[in-house]
């Protein structure tokens, strides 16, 4: 059956969900606050870049079940099952800032209680929120509705990788649904049908299960690249090359292939701040996560040594040197720069004199904005290179994995590469003649 959906938020999280929940045949009301936003929406524009996601935006407004609104009355009043799609950012001491999500649960428990409304509603945490969360939306409810009022809230945390976001949403390897009622669960079964006709499981557990299983999933993960990352450097001093370890314990079907790759250090909207929110709770409990809080250190250690690598090269001082950067976002496939690695490099080569040239596919929109005129854009990859010192990677877009090494020799002037990502083998790098520098291996020289 078709179900009418409320997406509160049309951020990352949220208009994927109400895209694909479209998709599959229900009717979905966004909503936020960002008049100008709404309108670019209701044209069909993402308000992100995520392939194939504008596609079945304009498919879904053209078909009707996709509109988009200010007005949160009008989501709440025909709507049954609400998401809540909002921003979670971490406080100065890593916790979650959750007011977004419980000013909205009271504006919507104010509605309900102001228009009377009877009918059943199901809250759902979509958002990566702290364990509890739930039963304090739950006690917002109360407070306003009374203890037998018809809401029910419940989790279910997104799994969503961006650049393979529509791909994730439409064909989840799981479902995750955190609630205590069994009415609840039946109807999120259905909600999600249609997504798992793979055979792909939906788990219903308690909320706090629910809420720890987003954040146990994203430190681990995060801890993968750390322990990896810190490995790399062990690597590089005993003359060993992280690459041929990575596919000697890869090949472990214990250990798997992901998440394997040493490089810069991870960024993005959900391992740094997921990685500080895990390690904040626990804190507060009393039960510190040992392994968490390394995870941390180390994922900012990592940019640091990478920085020392460009910084040794010129004795420490690199002003009026010119820096080319290839790759802004955190990673490919996506124009999102919140904790880029990138951002990292630019902030001491700046801090430090370099004039800085950068070029990326879909970020240089998000970079002007943090940056302005401190900054050279380049619209090609290898104008972004013309006249400059040393060029430095920090995106694995494919573009950058097969380039034109002759125009690349011809405009960087000390032929010198510092490699974030390890995108080439280090034989055919060398027969190039490139003094190169990438993370976890030997330092090819230049002939």
Known sequence: MAFKIGIIGTGYVGIVSGTTFAETGNDVICVDIDEAKIEKMRA??????????????????TEKRLTFTSDLKHAVMNSQIIFLCLPTPPDADGSADLKYVLQVSNDIANIIKEENITDKKIIVDKSTVPVGTSQKVDSI??????????????????????????????????VVIGTSSKWVGEIMKDLYKPFLRSGNPIYIMDEKSAEVTKYAANSFLATKISFMN???????????????????????????????????????????????????????EEADLLIVQATENINKRQTERFIHKIMNKYDNNV?????????????????????????????????EGAKIKVFDQEAIENTKAKYGNSLIYSNDMYDCIEDCDALVICTEWSIFRTPNFDKMKKNIKDNVIFDGRNLYELEDIEELGFEYHSIGRRVVNAK
Not at 44 to 61: A, D, Q, T
Request: hydrophobic share 40%; glycine share 10%.
């Open 230 to 284: 810190d490995l790399a450097f062990y690597c590089e001093n005993v003359g060993a090359d992280i690459d041929s370890v990575r596919l000697g314990i890869g090949s472990d079907s214990r250990i798997g292939k992901r998440f394997l790759f040493a490089g810069l250090g991870y960024g993005g909207s959900c391992f740094p701040k997921d990685v500080q929110a895990l390690n904040f709770s626990s804190q507060q």
């Open 141 to 174: 409810f109360t407070s306003i509705l009374g203890e037998n009022n018809n809401v029910f809230v419940c989790s279910n945390p997104e799994f969503l990788r961006e650049g393979y976001a529509v791909e994730d949403a439409m064909k989840p390897e799981r």
């Open 44 to 61: 069909g524009k993402s308000p992100i870049y995520e392939p194939g996601l504008e596609r079945l935006m304009i498919h879904n407004i």
């Open 319 to 351: 002003k009026d040197k010119t820096i080319a950067i290839w790759g802004l976002a955190f990673k490919p496939n996506t124009d999102d720069v919140r904790d880029a690695p990138a951002f990292k490099v630019i902030d001491k080569l700046l801090a």
